[in-house]
């Protein structure tokens, strides 16, 4: 492939002043709100206070918020030094530290989401095998491997360059993830909408109480997958908010050949922003929309939330069980039987 002259030629163009200092002050507005959020996330898994978020969805989860957290603690800095720097034409930082993040990052994070949506179709297919197919130590092999695939293939960057490459990744790991997470996606939706018209009929006929147990336990998993599957779509629409004006860029910068070197640097710094934001609203899209998250929060920063706030799952049950139908018990343990979210 033979990039198109002007970015060539732009590459000994310095890019102008306020651009740089642009781009560095974003990267620090990120880093502000990215730091805190993914922390707690990755705290809350990890102190686990009330013995409910260590599950393999979570456990993905984790990753993600990892990644996520690395981006703001080490990329969005490395960005706002070497800005800094740029603009002060001091080229202290070596720019292909900053590429290299942004690529093994960019990496993880897309095949996290991968893999967070595989383990979705799972859980709901296949609800009675889920338990025993994905466990806790698959969950994190699978992300310890996604991390060793992110690090092999980006390091593809230093015999390429950063605009070729980037036009590499944008047709590999962004489209082809794409088509995944849209076919998985949708597959995961039908199947629940499914299962719930199905356990919504089964109540409705009359049965020994035991089985009117079991088929409300079904229905209240079933509306505990499918709030998972909404917080798990969101991060996914956000994500396809923020890759596909990126890949956009990415095709302009390889294909116009018209482009002015001024156009060439923004659309550089745009997509390289755009992403980094992504990293920072994650958090805020899936954790604070799941209850068993913001009851977590709440415990560990000992705050006092304004309303009652608990887990779907047993708040169904209590209302169920003050009728004298489900025990809250029993409620519990079907759940994570059919559910592991």
């Not at 969005?76 to 070497?82: G, I, K, M, Q």
């Not at 595989?118 to 709901?124: E, H, K, N, S």
């Not at 590499?168 to 996606?185: G, Y």
């Not at 079904?218 to 917080?231: C, D, L, Q, R």
Request: net charge positive.
């Amino acid at each position: 492939m033979v990039l198109s002259a002007t970015s060539r030629l732009c590459a000994n163009v310095p890019p102008p002043t306020s651009l740089s200092y642009f781009t560095a002050s974003l990267s620090i507005f990120l880093a502000i709100i990215t730091i805190p959020g993914n922390f707690l996330v990755c705290l809350a898994i990890i102190k686990d206070p009330f013995r409910n978020l260590k599950t393999p969805f979570n456990y993905f989860l984790l990753s993600l918020a990892a990644t996520d957290l690395v981006v703001g603690a080490i990329m969005d800095p490395v960005s706002v030094a070497f800005h800094m720097n740029e603009a002060l034409q001091l080229n202290n930082v070596d720019i292909k530290i900053l590429h290299v993040l942004y690529f093994i990052l960019s990496t993880a994070s897309i095949l996290t989401l991968a893999a967070l949506t595989v383990d979705r179709y799972l859980a709901v297919a296949m609800p009675v095998k889920y338990k025993t197919m994905v466990t806790s130590r698959r969950a994190i092999v699978t992300s310890l491997s996604i991390w060793v695939a992110a690090l092999g293939f980006s390091f593809i960057y230093f015999k390429l360059g950063f605009i070729f490459f980037s036009f590499v990744f944008a047709n590999t790991a962004v489209f082809s993830t794409f088509a995944v997470l849209i076919f998985v996606h949708v597959g995961i939706l039908r199947r629940l909408r499914e299962r719930s018209k199905y356990w919504r009929g089964r109540r409705a006929i009359g049965y020994t109480e035991s089985e009117k147990q079991e088929n409300q336990n079904n229905f209240i998993s079933t509306k505990k997958e499918s709030k998972a599957a909404k917080a798990l779509m969101i991060v996914l629409l956000t994500f396809f908010a923020s890759f596909t004006p990126a890949c956009v860029m990415i095709y302009l910068l390889n294909f116009c050949s018209k482009c002015s070197c001024l156009m060439v640097h923004w659309l550089r710094d745009l997509q390289f922003l755009i992403v980094l934001c992504n990293s920072g609203v994650n958090p805020y899209l899936y954790a604070w929309r799941l209850p068993q998250f913001k009851r977590a929060f709440y415990k560990i920063l000992h705050l006092r939330p304004r309303g009652k706030v608990s887990d779907f799952s047993t708040t169904s049950a209590n209302m169920v069980s003050k009728s004298g139908q489900i025990p809250e018990s029993r409620v519990g343990r079907n759940d994570e039987k059919i559910s592991g979210v």
